[in-house]
Nanobody, 116 residues
Framework: QVQLVESGGGLVQPGGSLRLSCAAS????????MGWYRQAPGKERELVAR???????TYSDSVKGRFTISRDNAKNTVYLQMNSLKPEDTAVYYC??????????WGQGTQVTVSS
């Protein structure tokens, strides 16, 4: 089985920065698309960013220019660098990865709170 462990969330002031990480472990032969989603209370889960070795990166309009997604293939890890954070970025952030070309797995979620 495959497990994803997230870290890096926390409380930050508006304009601050955080870096999230998500490390995959288990029976992994290959990893395809890796992405970050978030869900705020009362709202639907939404795509924040995704990255593929083949297709590059994609960002939601709300975070483009502020967030950067990257990956370390040797460590099976995806990162989300979040700069210029806004209160509306407050949400639980989930990583999501495609493993072995077939299955998708979710991280446990990490809370990001942007407040003064």
């Amino acid at each position: 089985q495959v497990q994803l462990v997230e870290s890096g969330g926390g409380l930050v002031q508006p304009g601050g920065s955080l870096r999230l990480s998500c490390a995959a472990s288990g029976s992994i032969r290959s990893i395809g698309v890796m992405g970050w989603y978030r869900q705020a209370p009362g709202k639907e889960r939404e795509l924040v960013a995704r990255i593929s070795n083949i297709y590059g990166t994609t960002y939601s309009d709300s975070v483009k220019g502020r967030f950067t997604i990257s990956r370390d293939n040797a460590k099976n890890t995806v990162y989300l660098q979040m700069n210029s954070l806004k209160p509306e970025d407050t949400a639980v952030y989930y990583c999501n990865i495609q493993v072995n070309g077939v299955s998708w797995y979710w991280g446990q979620g990490t809370q990001v709170t942007v407040s003064s």
